[in-house]
């Protein structure tokens, strides 16, 4: 009997102390793993605007972003917190026609637009982390 009380303590111990552990705080930016359509009806679900970075597999400045300013923890936590945010390769079979609609014409592009998908504002090239909560904060301060 002692030893189930012993096991049941330590598996207590072990999982309670799991959440105090940083590795498993958030970091950076999270970005929706769907359909830009699925991105769509989660930010209206949930009342978000969208932010998209539109990116090419080729471009050295989107690999910058997504190393560094998507990373920040600072940027994760305001990005998280007040978008659905969507990385969309620009040159993929889905990723044409929306950049199309969007009017991007190099990269990286990133754009924010309500949960219809009306842009309200758009940015290009690499952005530092404190320029890129700034972006953000042009529609939700």
Same mark, same amino acid.
């Given at each position: 009997m002692k030893s189930k009380h012993l096991f049941l303590l330590l598996f207590l111990a072990c999982t309670l102390s799991s959440y105090n552990d940083?590795?498993?705080?958030?970091?950076?930016?999270?970005?929706?793993?769907g359909s830009w359509e699925e991105a769509l009806i989660k930010a209206k679900k949930e009342n978000k605007y969208i932010f998209i970075d539109f990116y090419a597999t080729w471009c050295g400045?989107? #690999? +910058?972003? $997504?190393? @560094?300013? =998507? !990373?920040? %923890?600072?940027?994760?936590?305001?990005?998280?917190?007040?978008?659905?945010?969507i990385s969309i390769d620009a040159e993929s079979k889905e990723g044409i026609k929306i950049a199309r609609?969007?009017?991007?014409?190099?990269?990286?592009?990133?754009?924010?637009?309500?949960?219809?998908?009306? #842009? +309200?504002? $758009?940015? @290009?090239? =690499? !952005?530092? %982390?404190?320029?890129l909560i700034n972006f953000g904060r042009r529609i939700v301060p």
């Amino acid at each position: 009997m002692k030893s189930k009380h012993l096991f049941l303590l330590l598996f207590l111990a072990c999982t309670l102390s799991s959440y105090n552990d940083a590795s498993y705080e958030k970091k950076g930016i999270t970005f929706f793993k769907g359909s830009w359509e699925e991105a769509l009806i989660k930010a209206k679900k949930e009342n978000k605007y969208i932010f998209i970075d539109f990116y090419a597999t080729w471009c050295g400045p989107c #690999k +910058k972003l $997504k190393r @560094t300013s =998507f !990373k920040d %923890p600072k940027v994760g936590a305001y990005y998280n917190k007040n978008f659905i945010n969507i990385s969309i390769d620009a040159e993929s079979k889905e990723g044409i026609k929306i950049a199309r609609r969007y009017g991007v014409s190099s990269y990286p592009t990133l754009i924010i637009t309500d949960y219809n998908g009306k #842009k +309200k504002t $758009k940015t @290009t090239g =690499f !952005k530092k %982390p404190h320029i890129l909560i700034n972006f953000g904060r042009r529609i939700v301060p």
